[in-house]
């Protein structure tokens, strides 16, 4: 494979996940791959990413991939030994030192050595999770940590943190084993289809509803700078809006004492009302990351309008504005927070979207007004109940506009116990899965 | 301007500026294949930094447009000097209309604003556009032809092409999202928080009176808050102000007692202290 050959490839798998590349940075990229030579990886690893990218949140797509196509050497190592308490001996000293060159080679040994499965071509392959299944990192923590105070003495303010040092170097080690499996597996396999599959896509385009804990945390770490994002457009939108129309009557008005020239036009005046936002959020345990994660959103954006209320139910609805008042919600434990102090469910556990509605709709009717925008965040899952659709049309009748976010696939919608198509005639349904979509639908449907 | 990627390296490290593998390969890419380079990265990293010491290395003037919401293309780009094209006109009474038309709308009347003096002239420059996405989005607009092609157009005078290409930084703290059309045009760079080891030599750098064990230690609890999940974690300037801090504290090692008193150096927001100490174990911050 030329290396012109292994650059379009790389760029192909790239735009398969989403990365919008030009012809003009891959002629950049060629160009940068001749200047700086083959020779360095790391360096030719950064020049093409400073060619063909365009942003921070692209490099966690674009950093395996390049693994992949520029792999580090190729088949199996020179030397590798069989001895699982060889290696870990080897890697408890590694972890140690922080070197990370060793770490690197020892990745690449215990791949080799422990995660090789399987004996017929055709179902082989190598596996990370059973390399660290033998090989055990996590358990080297204790080991390592008296080591290094044996060595240096207990010494100091610094010693203590050691442990989450030693735990950071651990986590570094598991993704180099990873990415070594990866690219194993990719020499047998092709990377081409390793490329498409294996690597995990870019923070905004996690689905809500199949994120794991660490990409929720990854996901709130996007919320800062969407919610800056999102505040800039709104606000840059009201500037606009507030220019305003002529207004025609006092133009001419103006126009008499110039005989009839309207010579300044006259602009009509805007009531300075902020909007007002109603939150509606399911907080079962089957959308929770998705409900917590646009709360969040929410509470970052809430200098942006007047008055924001919040609701979250499971089967009993509850008002948990206060919850999310400014600077007091960390973010971490805010899920749970709102389950232990909010009165959320009733005789059952699974959520009832018909009794939450008809409550809302009874108990609190104040906060619906013609300003109100209305946001129902849930995946319309009834568990067989009745959808309670006439209180829902008495939402829709009261606020100025109710927009329903829905984390499922609208392949998904209808099947089961789903009614989202029966909501979805009476209100505005959106399909909203990864945090990319959910701040283009809250940029396109926030009120101005 | 530069002969590899480890020149770039050693002579930036010559004026003070430690940089990591990834900025010198770009820098170098950038001054190879004649791009704009676009730095973005959290506060404090050295961005704008980046800029001074390249323009120190070349022996460039530094040509820097600060943007901010409301820079205009007559702040960044150009403006007729009316008051002195008034003076003239009055001045000059005996003359035809044509003569004096033509006259005040000449070179000698034109202030250059930042973007209009890097491109004019034949001496190497450095332009340094400055947090580029506080800049409205109009302005982005005046870039692209800026960056594109180095030239810019003058209606009365024509199009003034760059006859040296300025080596152009722009920074960027991802406030807003700067358009397609410019990021095309620019390579790429994020500066994060440095490695370990080279943040360690910077602050040695930066602080030279400050021991290389306190240096290792101030690092290493940098470091520690940086894995905390803060509202705004320190950087390397935030880094740098407290070894200063230590050193004029007289603290020769990091005990409780120091780092408490001055933790308020690194954190800038009091839950953050809060949280920090609670995880640091520091009693009753």
């Known amino acids: 494979m030329s290396t012109a050959e292994r650059l379009t490839s790389l760029v192909g798998a790239l735009r398969a996940h989403g990365v919008r590349i030009g012809t003009g940075e891959t002629v950049d990229a060629a160009q940068a791959v001749e200047a700086l030579g083959l020779a360095d990886r790391e360096r030719l690893r950064e020049g093409l990413a400073a060619t063909l990218l365009h942003g921070t949140a692209q490099r966690q797509v674009f950093d395996p991939v390049f693994d992949l196509y520029f792999p580090r050497g190729v088949g199996a190592p020179e030397e590798t030994s069989g001895d699982p308490d060889d290696l870990r001996e080897r890697l408890a000293k590694a972890l140690a030192a922080n070197d990370e060159t060793l770490m690197a080679r020892l990745a690449v040994e215990a791949v080799d050595g422990f995660g090789g499965y399987g004996n017929s071509p055709a179902s082989d392959g190598w596996s990370s999770y059973q390399t660290l299944d033998r090989l055990r990192p996590q358990t080297l923590l ?181 919850l999310l008042e400014h600077g007091a919600a960390d973010p971490e434990g805010l899920g749970a927070r709102i389950r232990a102090e909010a009165t959320l469910t009733g005789w059952h556990g699974s959520s009832d979207y018909g009794v939450a509605l008809g409550e809302f709709a009874s108990l609190y009717r104040d906060a619906l007004s013609p300003r109100t925008t209305v946001f129902v965040l849930g995946d319309a899952r009834t568990n067989m109940s009745d959808p309670n659709l006439p209180a829902v049309r008495e939402i829709t009748e009261r606020a100025r506009r109710v927009y329903w976010l829905n984390p499922e696939a609208r392949a998904q919608w209808g099947t089961g116990d789903s009614a989202a198509y029966e909501y979805a005639e009476s209100v505005e349904m959106h399909e909203c899965r990864n945090a990319r979509q959910l701040s283009a639908l809250v940029g396109r449907l926030l009120p101005i | 301007m530069f002969t590899s990627v480890d020149d770039v390296s050693a002579r930036l490290a010559e004026t003070g500026y430690l940089a990591s593998p990834a900025v010198a390969t770009t820098v170098f890419l950038a001054d190879r294949l004649g791009k704009p380079l676009l730095v973005e990265g959290p506060a404090g990293v050295g961005k704008t930094e980046l800029a001074k010491a390249v323009a120190e290395v070349a022996r460039a003037r530094l040509v820097r447009l600060q943007c901010y919401e409301g820079v205009d293309e007559s702040r960044a780009l150009y403006e007729w000097n009316h008051a002195k094209q008034l003076l003239r006109i009055s001045a000059g009474r005996d003359e035809t209309w044509d003569e004096a038309r033509t006259d005040i709308f000449s070179e000698e009347f034109l202030l250059s604003r930042p973007l209009l003096t ?147 150096v690194l954190l800038k927001h009091q839950d953050d202290i809060l949280k920090a100490g609670a995880k640091l174990d520091l009693d009753a911050v």
């Open chain 1, 142 to 322: 204790a080991r390592v940590r008296d080591d290094v105070r044996g060595q240096q003495g207990m010494s100091g303010f610094t010693d203590r943190l050691l442990e989450d040092e030693l735990r950071r170097r651990i986590e570094a080690f598991r993704a180099l084993v990873a990415a070594e499996a990866r690219r194993r597996v990719a020499e047998r396999r092709g990377r081409d289809e390793i490329a498409r599959r294996a690597v995990a896509p870019t923070t905004d385009r996690v689905d809500f509803l199949f994120a794991g804990k660490d990409r929720l945390a990854e996901l709130r770490r996007t919320v800062q700078p969407l919610a800056r994002k999102l505040a800039t457009r709104l606000a840059a939108r009201r500037r606009r809006a507030a220019r305003g129309s002529i207004d025609l009557r006092r133009t001419l008005r103006g126009s008499l004492s110039t005989g009839g020239v309207p010579m300044k036009p006259v602009l009509r005046r805007r009531r300075p009302a902020r909007p007002e936002l109603v939150l509606l959020c399911d907080v079962s345990g089957s959308v929770s990351g998705f409900s917590d994660f646009t709360m969040l959103l929410v509470q970052a954006l809430h200098d942006q309008f007047s008055k924001v209320r919040v609701f979250a139910f499971v089967n009993r609805l509850d008002e948990i504005t206060r």
């Open chain 2, 118 to 264: 890097a491109i004019r002239g034949d001496e190497p420059k450095v332009l340094l556009i400055d947090e580029t996405d506080k800049a409205d989005v109009e302005v982005e607009g005046l870039l692209l032809e800026v960056l594109s092609d180095f030239q810019v157009t003058v209606p009365e005078l024509g199009t003034i092409t760059a006859s040296r290409r300025p080596f152009v930084v722009l920074t960027s703290n991802a406030s807003r999202e700067l358009s397609e059309a410019l990021r095309r045009r620019c390579l790429f760079l994020h500066i994060g928080f440095p490695e370990e080891e080279l943040e360690r030599r910077i602050v040695r750098l930066r602080v030279p009176g400050l021991d290389e064990a306190l240096a290792k230690s101030v690092v290493r609890v940098v470091g520690a808050l940086r894995a905390m999940d803060l509202r705004k974690v320190p950087s390397v300037a935030e880094t740098i102000d407290w070894a200063r801090t230590l050193l004029a504290l007289g603290a020769d090692h990091l005990d409780e007692t120091v780092v408490r008193d001055s933790l308020g």
